[in-house]
Each structure stands twice: as structure tokens, then as C-alpha cells.
Nanobody
Framework: QVQLVESGGGLVRPGGSLRLSCAASGIIVSITTMGWYRQAPGKQRELVATIFGGSSTNYADSVKGRFTISRDNAKNTVFLQMNSLKPEDTAVYYC??????????WGQGTQVTVSS
């Protein structure tokens, strides 16, 4: 069965850093795009960053220069390095994986709270 296991969330003060990980298992076809989305309380889910293939990345304007997405294709794992965190980054972060057969899978979400 397909599983996306997220880790790395937590409580951090403004200006701090966190590194999120998402490991996918049970997917036997090639993965095309991996990405991170987030949903803050009372708001809609939004795209944070995606990575296609080995190096093609896309970021939301609000996180450019602060967040970095990367992937380990051999381990079907995607990472999100978050630096210079702001209170407005507080949200539940969700991992999404897309396959060559146009199937999408979502992680369970991990809470990131940025507060002083």
C-alpha cells in the first residue's frame, strides 16, 4: 500500500530553521513531481514548492530565497529546508507525490508553528 511519511515539523521561533522530510513507499512506477503544500488555519491549501525530475524547481513567491526543495530519487524522498522562518509560515505542511501514470498521493501533514 502506498504511504507517504512526513517528519521534521515542530515549534520554532521566528528566524529559525526546520527541515521537513517525506518518504514515499509502495510506489512501483516512476515518480515525476514531488512537492510541498501548506494550509494555515482558516485558509485554503497553497503550493509551497515543487521539484520535477532531478533539479527543476518551482517556489511560491512568499518562500523564495528562504526555502529549498530537494529530492533523493533512490530513496523516493523529498525534503524542504526552511530558513528564516516567519510567523506567517505557520501551517500544516503536506507532501504530494505525482507518478508517471498521473496519480497523485498525499502525506498526512506535519505541523509547523513559528512563534515567539
Amino acid at each position: 500500500q502506498v504511504q507517504l511519511v512526513e517528519s521534521g515539523g515542530g515549534l520554532v521561533r521566528p528566524g529559525g530553521s526546520l527541515r521537513l522530510s517525506c518518504a514515499a513507499s509502495g510506489i512501483i512506477v516512476s515518480i515525476t513531481t514531488m512537492g510541498w503544500y501548506r494550509q494555515a488555519p482558516g485558509k485554503q491549501r497553497e503550493l509551497v514548492a515543487t521539484i520535477f525530475g532531478g533539479s527543476s524547481t518551482n517556489y511560491a513567491d512568499s518562500v523564495k530565497g528562504r526555502f529549498t526543495i530537494s529530492r533523493d530519487n533512490a530513496k523516493n524522498t523529498v525534503f524542504l529546508q526552511m530558513n528564516s522562518l516567519k510567523p506567517e509560515d505557520t501551517a500544516v505542511y503536506y507532501c504530494r507525490v505525482s507518478t508517471i501514470l498521473s496519480r497523485n498521493y498525499w502525506g498526512q501533514g506535519t505541523q509547523v508553528t513559528v512563534s515567539s
